[in-house]
T-cell receptor, first 113, second 115 residues
Framework: AQSVAQPEDQVNVAEGNPLTVKCTYSVSGNPYLFWYVQYPNRGLQFLLKYITGDNLVKGSYGFEAEFNKSQTSFHLKKPSALVSDSALYFCAVRRGGYQKVTFGTGTKLQVIP | EAGVTQFPSHSVIEKGQTVTLRCDPI?????LYWYRRVMGKEIKFLLH????????ESGMPNNRFLAERTGGTYSTLKVQPAELEDSGVYFC?????????????FGEGSRLTVL
């Protein structure tokens, strides 16, 4: 079985401040980890993924995420938040060699001007 | 290149009625997935097609749900008869890569409201 936990329903951050959206996962075997973003009335868009290699992965719109195997975490980060980053963010995990993707409950990010 | 398209964007039906949702994946994508999100909860996996074959339908809630992908192109998801708890947003996604490392490309979703 595989699962994802996003402990925060909502994260509020002031524009220009760094942001972190938390994600922890549980999976047997090697995890493939993903972040997706959903803007209002839109589908989910891929942001970044960790498959193997460097624990710090960089993605679209200046976002990055750090894979921490010992803590089974994959937190999403950005050094300086923009109002346009306000959206719903989903963390997801896939087991190596397995097609099914499991998503978290989502975290609403609100960037305050 | 056209993305994943879903129809209808919103459907309001009464309990007991039938609804059919359609998904057109990105051309050339063999993998097609259906997911559902109930308000405030996680996006739950329903099933996965590889071309026209159901690879994994472990997430289908019950036999009121029927998914097809004839010819390996577009897919339909029929709910018959609909119940109140079927309300939610149904997402379709497709991917090209056969391995587990590729990202999914999502449609905008079909919002189903059962009254």
């Amino acid at each position: 079985a595989q699962s994802v936990a996003q402990p925060e329903d909502q994260v509020n951050v002031a524009e220009g401040n760094p942001l972190t959206v938390k994600c922890t996962y549980s999976v047997s075997g090697n995890p493939y980890l993903f972040w997706y973003v959903q803007y209002p009335n839109r589908g989910l868009q891929f942001l970044l993924k960790y498959i193997t290699g460097d624990n710090l992965v960089k993605g679209s719109y200046g976002f990055e995420a750090e894979f921490n195997k010992s803590q089974t975490s994959f937190h999403l980060k950005k050094p300086s938040a923009l109002v346009s980053d306000s959206a719903l963010y989903f963390c997801a995990v896939r087991r190596g060699g397995y097609q099914k993707v499991t998503f978290g409950t989502g975290t609403k990010l609100q960037v305050i001007p | 290149e056209a993305g994943v398209t879903q129809f209808p964007s919103h459907s309001v039906i009464e309990k007991g009625q039938t609804v059919t949702l359609r998904c057109d994946p990105i051309s050339g994508h063999d993998n097609l997935y259906w997911y559902r999100r109930v308000m405030g909860k996680e996006i739950k996996f329903l099933l996965h097609f590889v071309k026209e074959s159901k690879q994994d339908e472990s997430g289908m809630p019950n036999n009121r749900f029927l998914a097809e992908r004839t010819g390996g192109t577009y897919s339909t998801l029929k709910v018959q008869p609909a119940e109140l708890e079927d309300s939610g947003v149904y997402f379709c996604a497709s991917s090209q890569e056969s391995g587990a490392t590729g990202e999914l490309f999502f449609g905008e979703g079909s919002r189903l409201t059962v009254l």
